[in-house]
């Protein structure tokens, strides 16, 4: 399984509204929900990384 690392992000105060309210629609954390949406870009833009099959 991937590593996950925290950064830092700045948004506008209503695109972060409208992103907890999405996600709150869908039973999601707002974390959750930023997750599924950059995953759903990258799968559309066919830029998804590369499964990773090391046994770490």
Request: charge should be positive; charged fraction near 40%.
């Amino acid at each position: 399984m991937a590593k996950k690392k925290a950064f830092a992000l700045r948004i506008n105060e209503d695109m972060l509204r409208a992103v907890e309210k999405w996600a709150a629609d869908e039973f999601r954390s707002t974390n959750g929900q930023l997750e599924w949406m950059l995953n759903k870009c990258l799968k559309d833009a066919k830029r998804q990384p590369k499964k990773q099959t090391s046994e770490d």
